[in-house]
């Protein structure tokens, strides 16, 4: 089993631990030896033939240091034990970014199945704020109206509102979800060292641009038709 297994649940060399199989009763089996390698060693590995189903088609063998100062000696004695059709030794920073590359083409597939039913029921709230508060400022822009005001200036004036709410919410956004990827990143150095950290500037910036966009043609088409009842609130107000 790995280290970080056998420090949490107190296992050592020799002790017993019971798992599970699918489909089977629980088995008791022998530590035989705890494997250094951090989150790389799976939490526990059982030889061929213990009842779990076939053996991996692949394992990844991290070598320390010692190890690792040799890299033809330790790829010929793994050679040699294991055939030459079956052994492939690679620098570290090789087979990270490999591995990094397989796992950051599934975050963007879970990332695309979270984020666009989120988006559009994100863009339906903007819009619908939008129609709320503009339902509720109609003797204010007939008001405006009655004091000069011309259209223009009004549908200028819903536009800079839009802007700069979208731009503080934007602002707000961001400064929690930097908090919260800080935490996270720290989260992540007991691991040993500190992960690298990749924005999706893409997605993000397309997120924005659609929340503006929506922004501006509801505060449009809201602005809109209140200046088409303006005359009527007008006439009302001053009565």
Same mark, same amino acid.
């Given at each position: 089993?790995?280290?970080?297994?056998?420090?949490? +649940?107190?296992?050592?060399?020799?002790?017993?631990?019971?798992?599970?199989?699918?489909?089977?009763?629980?088995?008791?089996? &022998?530590?035989? @030896?705890?494997?250094?390698?951090?989150?790389?060693?799976?939490?526990?590995?059982?030889?061929?033939?213990?009842?779990?189903?076939?053996?991996?088609?692949?394992?990844?063998?991290?070598?320390?240091?010692?190890?690792?100062?040799?890299?033809? @000696?330790?790829?010929?004695?793994?050679? @040699?034990?294991?055939?030459?059709?079956?052994?492939? #030794?690679?620098?570290?920073?090789?087979?990270?970014?490999?591995?990094?590359?397989?796992?950051?083409?599934?975050?963007?597939?879970?990332?695309?199945?979270?984020?666009?039913? @989120?988006?559009? +029921?994100?863009?339906?709230?903007?819009?619908?704020?939008?129609?709320?508060? +503009?339902?509720?400022?109609?003797?204010?822009?007939?008001?405006?109206?009655?004091?000069?005001?011309?259209?223009?200036?009004?549908?200028?004036?819903?536009?800079?509102?839009?802007?700069?709410?979208?731009?503080?919410?934007?602002?707000?956004?961001?400064?929690?979800?930097? #908090?919260?990827? &800080?935490? +996270?990143?720290?989260?992540?150095?007991?691991?040993?060292?500190?992960?690298?950290?990749?924005?999706?500037?893409?997605?993000?910036?397309?997120?924005?641009?659609?929340?503006?966009?929506?922004?501006? #043609?509801?505060?449009?088409?809201?602005?809109?038709?209140?200046?088409?009842?303006?005359?009527?609130?007008?006439?009302?107000?001053?009565?």
């Amino acid at each position: 089993m790995s280290r970080e297994f056998a420090d949490w +649940y107190g296992h050592r060399a020799g002790s017993t631990v019971t798992y599970g199989l699918f489909g089977g009763r629980p088995v008791t089996g &022998r530590v035989v @030896a705890v494997l250094d390698g951090g989150s790389a060693v799976p939490s526990l590995l059982l030889p061929p033939g213990s009842g779990g189903g076939a053996a991996a088609p692949r394992a990844a063998v991290l070598l320390g240091a010692e190890a690792a100062g040799s890299p033809r @000696a330790a790829a010929a004695e793994l050679t @040699a034990r294991f055939g030459a059709d079956r052994v492939r #030794v690679v620098p570290s920073e090789e087979w990270f970014s490999r591995a990094a590359g397989d796992r950051d083409r599934l975050n963007r597939l879970v990332l695309g199945v979270l984020a666009v039913p @989120a988006s559009l +029921y994100a863009l339906i709230a903007v819009a619908g704020v939008l129609v709320m508060a +503009y339902s509720r400022r109609g003797r204010e822009v007939a008001g405006m109206r009655l004091i000069g005001v011309s259209a223009g200036q009004v549908r200028r004036m819903a536009l800079w509102e839009t802007l700069s709410t979208s731009l503080l919410g934007v602002v707000i956004a961001a400064g929690v979800v930097a #908090v919260g990827a &800080r935490a +996270y990143r720290g989260a992540l150095a007991v691991f040993g060292g500190e992960p690298p950290l990749r924005v999706e500037w893409g997605v993000l910036g397309a997120l924005t641009g659609a929340c503006v966009l929506v922004g501006v #043609v509801v505060s449009r088409a809201a602005v809109g038709r209140l200046l088409r009842h303006a005359g009527v609130a007008g006439v009302a107000s001053r009565e």
